[in-house]
Structure formats: structure tokens, C-alpha cells
Nanobody, 128 residues
Framework: QVRLVESGGGLVKVGGSLRLSCAVS????????MAWFRQAPGKEREFVAG????????TYGDSMEGRSTISRDNAKNTAYLQMDGLRPEDTAVYYC?????????????????????WGPGTRVTVSS
């Protein structure tokens, strides 16, 4: 059974930092490209960051570029999202997603419908 479980969300003040984790089980983690998305109330799910299966290539959405760092540890089957300089508009549920390695991922990473597996999400609330 494939499981993705996010953790690390919570309440943080403006300007604060959080580190989200996504623990993956039931699949060969290194066989998947990973991404973080977020969804705020009343808004569509949006791409935040993605990292290739090896960790050698990463990309960021406009919303958190320069304020976030995605990484992964294939030995621990875990992906991470370090978020700094948090703003009230970063308040959302954050989801991790896994996509079986493919040659097209680097051109399609922002499309949520390409991902094979999703976690249930972790809530991040940024207070002013």
C-alpha cells in the first residue's frame, strides 16, 4: 500500500519558518519525482516546488520562489520543503505528490493531474 504522509505544518508568525516533511512508503522512493502543492481556501491547488528522483534537479513555482527549498533524502524515503519568510498569503494546506519517473516530468511538473500519489496534506497557518 502506497502512503505519503506530510508533517511539520502548524501556526507560525509572519516572517517565520517551517520545514515540511513527506514520508513515503510502499513504493521505491527513488523511482519517483516529488512535488509540493498547496491549496488555500476558495482557491485552486497550485504548484510550489518539485525535485527530481535523484535530487539533482529542482524547480519552484512563482509563489514561493526564493523563500523555499525543496530537497529529498532517498535513504530515508522522505521529501522536504523548507519555507522561510512566511507571509499570511502562504496560509494553505500543503500536499506532497509523487510521480513515477518519466522523461516528460521536467516539462509537466506543475500539472497536478500527472501525479500518481498524494498525501492527505498538512495545514500551514501564517498569522500577522
Amino acid at each position: 500500500q502506497v502512503r505519503l504522509v506530510e508533517s511539520g505544518g502548524g501556526l507560525v508568525k509572519v516572517g517565520g519558518s517551517l520545514r515540511l516533511s513527506c514520508a513515503v512508503s510502499g513504493v521505491s522512493f527513488s523511482g519517483y519525482d516529488m512535488a509540493w502543492f498547496r491549496q488555500a481556501p476558495g482557491k485552486e491547488r497550485e504548484f510550489v516546488a518539485g525535485v527530481s528522483w535523484s535530487g539533482g534537479w529542482s524547480t519552484y513555482g512563482d509563489s514561493m520562489e526564493g523563500r523555499s527549498t525543496i530537497s529529498r533524502d532517498n535513504a530515508k524515503n522522505t521529501a522536504y520543503l523548507q519555507m522561510d519568510g512566511l507571509r499570511p498569503e502562504d496560509t494553505a494546506v500543503y500536499y506532497c505528490a509523487a510521480d513515477l519517473r518519466s522523461s516528460t516530468w521536467k516539462s509537466e511538473y506543475a500539472r497536478s493531474n500527472i501525479y500518481d500519489y498524494w498525501g492527505p496534506g498538512t495545514r500551514v497557518t501564517v498569522s500577522s
